[in-house]
């Protein structure tokens, strides 16, 4: 187990303002993701979520008739 916990060791006060900034950013994103995997998959925001499921595909500009010279 100690050459474990030697391997996993982190030297705190060597770590540089990159480390650092590289460590905070992690941990944030980590939540950030955290949180809307929460939101997405929790059952009583389905039908909100399936409401709004064909946004990418809607194109107004196919929609409509127009035609944009293409």
């Known amino acids: 187990m100690n050459s474990l916990a030697d391997y996993f060791h982190t030297d705190w006060a060597a ?3 990159s480390d650092w900034v590289g ?8 939540l950030l993701m955290l949180v809307v995997y929460l939101y997405a ?3 009583k ?3 909100r979520l399936e409401a709004q499921r064909f946004i990418p595909l809607d194109n107004e500009e196919l929609n409509n ?3 944009n010279g293409g």
Do not use: K, Q, Y
């Open 15 to 17: 770590m540089t303002t």
């Open 23 to 30: 460590t905070v950013l992690t941990v944030v994103i980590f």
């Open 41 to 43: 998959l929790r059952p």
């Open 45 to 47: 925001n389905r039908d």
């Open 65 to 67: 008739g127009e035609n």
